[in-house]
């Protein structure tokens, strides 16, 4: 049963452009979300964050909305370069962050020039 | 350079053999998590430590695989008589645990690629 679904496996976008990924959680018990960007072969970089108290976190060009009534999150990347194409996890933790992550399936993300 | 450090970065190993894997955490990191990763799968979590202490252990972690943090600075885990299906990236990550209501971050290392032919 996957707790934090990605429903899109990929993206593409121009160069310039708004990129908005999508992410959906089922266990309320979720208090801390964060994006991560992975190329291959390596591992995950942390992006941005947001805990439950916020609906909303930027850091930059990246901007992470959380509407909890819908257990939804996103993260909008504007403008979108070519240099941000990989693929984005999104990833869930209980108690403030205090427990494993929880990831979803991720999603490509492709920044077209 | 104070990230996550994992060594070797590559292992290809006969079905059967042994393999131990080496995480090197943030220094000041109290916790630190291990993940395995297969193809098309987000990070799935195995096992973590606070110090030295082994404090959760996944359903994943058969009991072919042991982890250790003996010192409550770098970690081992070890897989013995690998079977095909342990193919995967494993990654390490490392935290401050009570970050507080900011929640707590984890950073990850670049990963540990193993093949078991």
């Given at each position: 049963?996957?707790?934090?679904?990605?429903?899109?496996?990929?993206l593409s976008?121009?160069e310039?452009?708004i990129?908005i990924?999508?992410?959906d959680?089922?266990?309320?018990m979720?208090?801390y979300?964060?994006?991560?960007?992975?190329?291959?072969?390596?591992g995950p970089t942390?992006?941005?964050s947001?805990?439950?108290?916020?609906d909303?976190?930027?850091d930059?060009?990246?901007?992470v909305?959380l509407?909890?009534?819908a257990k939804?999150?996103?993260?909008h990347i504007?403008?979108?370069?070519?240099?941000d194409?990989?693929?984005?996890f999104?990833?869930?933790?209980?108690?403030?962050?205090?427990?494993?992550?929880?990831?979803?399936?991720?999603t490509?993300?492709?920044?077209?020039? | 350079?104070?990230?996550?450090?994992?060594?070797p970065?590559?292992?290809i190993?006969?079905r059967g053999?042994?393999?131990t894997?080496r995480?090197?955490?943030?220094s000041e990191?109290?916790?630190?998590y291990?993940?395995?990763?297969?193809?098309?799968?987000?990070?799935?979590f195995?096992?973590?430590?606070?110090?030295?202490?082994q404090?959760?252990k996944?359903?994943?972690l058969?009991d072919r695989?042991?982890a250790?943090?003996?010192?409550g600075?770098?970690?081992t885990l070890?897989?013995q008589?690998?079977e095909q299906?342990?193919?995967?990236?494993y990654?390490?990550?490392?935290?401050v645990s009570?970050?507080?209501?900011?929640?707590?971050?984890q950073y990850f290392?670049?990963?540990?690629?193993?093949?078991v032919?």
């Open positions: 049963d996957q707790q934090v679904k990605q429903n899109s496996p990929s976008v121009q310039g452009r990129s990924l999508n992410c959680y089922t266990n309320s979720f208090d979300f964060l994006w991560y960007k992975k190329y291959p072969a390596e942390f992006l941005i947001i805990s439950s108290i916020k909303k976190n930027e930059g060009r990246f901007t909305f509407n909890k009534s939804h999150l996103s993260l504007v403008p979108s370069q070519p240099g194409s990989a693929v984005y999104c990833a869930a933790s209980a108690d403030s962050g205090n427990t494993p992550l929880v990831f979803g399936k991720g490509r993300l492709s920044v077209i020039a | 350079d104070t990230g996550v450090s994992q060594d970065r590559h292992k190993t006969k053999q042994n393999v894997f995480c090197d955490p943030i990191h109290n916790r630190l291990w993940y395995r990763q297969t193809l098309g799968q987000g990070p799935e195995l096992t973590y430590f606070q110090n030295e202490a404090l959760e996944s359903r994943l058969s695989f042991s250790e943090r003996p010192k600075s770098f970690s070890e897989i008589r690998t299906g342990d193919s995967a990236m990654l390490c990550a490392s935290s009570d970050s507080g209501v900011w929640g707590e971050t290392g670049p990963g540990t690629r193993l093949l032919l």
